[in-house]
């Protein structure tokens, strides 16, 4: 479904299920401009009418225990970035934990809102945002880019919208197949950083460290000349220097 104007993808598929209706697995929701679109970690989302992609995907992964559910946040990402490998021939990367990255700067986010049911994830609210033919961004959105910054030319909306949703959905069989680790180990092929000695942040405090994996639970793991450490995602900083 197209919308021309809405609040934010995630909300308007959220509401929905909250309605009587039945809504079906796979259902894609696009709106072409979005006033109050959501980031990670209370950040807003930042994307000019008509010249994006802001979609929300509702996914069932009832068959994924709580604990597991980083595999749907790896098998959505390299559904994302393989698509957008294949549209551009660019080595589009994913920076940990769901940023879709060209060299360091960000072409698009996702932000997955699931809803619980005992101990299974009875729907996932699958929110992406892509920059595509935005080239003038806000001075308050940190380092963008665009699928236009990258081959200097427009790109149909919903061509890339299908063919980011055919990747996602081959990723999503694979997970439902049981293949975690043919998922983990495309997640960390095509991660921002990997095995890199690198500059990064935490309680304040500047060190030098290498990401080294992903735990099971989607923990980034860096290893510093003392030590080897785990973070969650409000423990760490990137530092571009
Ligand atoms: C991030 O990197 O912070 C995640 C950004 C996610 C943005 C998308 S746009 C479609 C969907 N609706 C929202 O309000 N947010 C997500």
């Not at 996602?168 to 680790?181: F, N, S, T, V």
């Not at 180990?185 to 690198?198: C, D, H, K, V």
């Amino acid at each position: 479904m197209v919308l021309k104007e809405a609040d934010s993808t995630n909300n308007y598929l959220k509401e929905l299920l909250s309605n009587t209706k039945p809504v079906a697995d796979g259902t894609v929701i696009m709106a072409e401009s979005q006033y109050a679109g959501r980031g990670q970690q209370q950040n807003k989302w930042h994307s000019a009418p008509g010249m994006n992609l802001t979609f929300s995907l509702l996914l069932r992964p009832s068959f994924l225990p709580l604990g597991q559910q980083f595999y749907l946040t790896q098998a959505v990402s390299i559904g994302v970035v393989s698509a957008l490998r294949q549209a551009t021939s660019e080595n589009v990367q994913v920076k940990w934990p769901n940023d879709i990255y060209f060299g360091d700067k960000k072409l698009g986010g996702i932000l997955i809102e699931n809803i619980v049911q005992g101990s299974n994830i009875k729907h996932s609210i699958v929110g992406i945002g892509l920059n595509v033919n935005q080239t003038d961004f806000p001075p308050e959105v940190p380092n963008p880019t665009s699928v236009k910054q990258i081959l200097h030319s427009d790109h149909d909306l919903h061509q890339l919208l299908s063919q980011i949703c055919a990747h996602i959905e081959a990723w999503y069989l694979k997970l439902k197949a049981g293949k975690w680790d043919e998922i983990r180990q495309a997640y960390l092929n095509n991660l921002y950083w990997l095995n890199q000695e690198r500059e990064f942040s935490s309680d304040g405090v500047d060190f030098t460290g290498t990401i080294t994996g992903i735990t099971e639970h989607g923990f980034l793991v860096v290893r510093t000349e003392s030590e080897e450490k785990e973070f969650n995602l409000k423990q760490i900083q990137f530092l571009n220097k």
